[in-house]
């Protein structure tokens, strides 16, 4: 599937429109997707009603140091994993005023892959009220595509997750 500005927007358009239906508000931590969510989230007229503030969180030291991520946890699991994932979007919910965090950290190529994280492996998490869960996934095409799918798999979630999908 491709995922272009215009379907992505439309992504961000409905959970806008779902956040502020129900009172909720939004955080994001971006790794591999460099910004995108943030971009695509406040593409929009409006996204300030329910999206409080996106963190591109790159290195390492970037998720210790501005969402206490444990280094032990990185350095134990990988910074491409379901527990850095949780403790990414945990992290949200404890230091930004929201209800709702999520949170990319990925392979998203063309190098830096290894045969237990390929170039495409995803791992996103979700930070709600109710807890923190974390998704794998394995996204094909070039960085770009990967980075997109990210996203639209993130907007997905939460979507989900907003209408007590999951």
Excluded at 49 to 75: D, H, M, P, T
Excluded at 78 to 88: H, I, N, P, Q
Aim: proline share 3%; aromatic share 4%.
């Amino acid at each position: 599937m491709i995922h272009d500005d215009r379907t992505l927007q439309e992504q961000a358009r409905a959970v806008g429109e779902a956040f502020l239906a129900r009172g909720l508000s939004l955080a994001v931590a971006e790794s591999c997707t460099g910004g995108l969510l943030a971009k695509v989230v406040t593409d929009g007229g409006g996204a300030s009603a329910w999206f409080e503030r996106g963190l591109v969180v790159y290195s390492n030291a970037a998720k210790q140091e501005l969402l206490g991520v444990r280094g032990a946890v990185i350095q134990e699991a990988g910074a491409v994993s379901e527990a850095v994932a949780e403790a990414l979007a945990g992290g949200l919910l404890g230091q930004a005023p929201v209800t709702h965090g999520v949170a990319i950290t990925g392979v998203a190529g063309p190098e830096g892959g290894s045969p237990e994280k390929p170039v495409g492996t995803v791992w996103i998490g979700w930070g709600a009220p109710e807890g923190v869960d974390a998704e794998r996934f394995c996204f094909s095409g070039d960085r770009d595509a990967v980075r997109r799918a990210s996203v639209a798999a993130a907007l997905d979630g939460l979507l989900q997750r907003c209408r007590g999908q999951v």
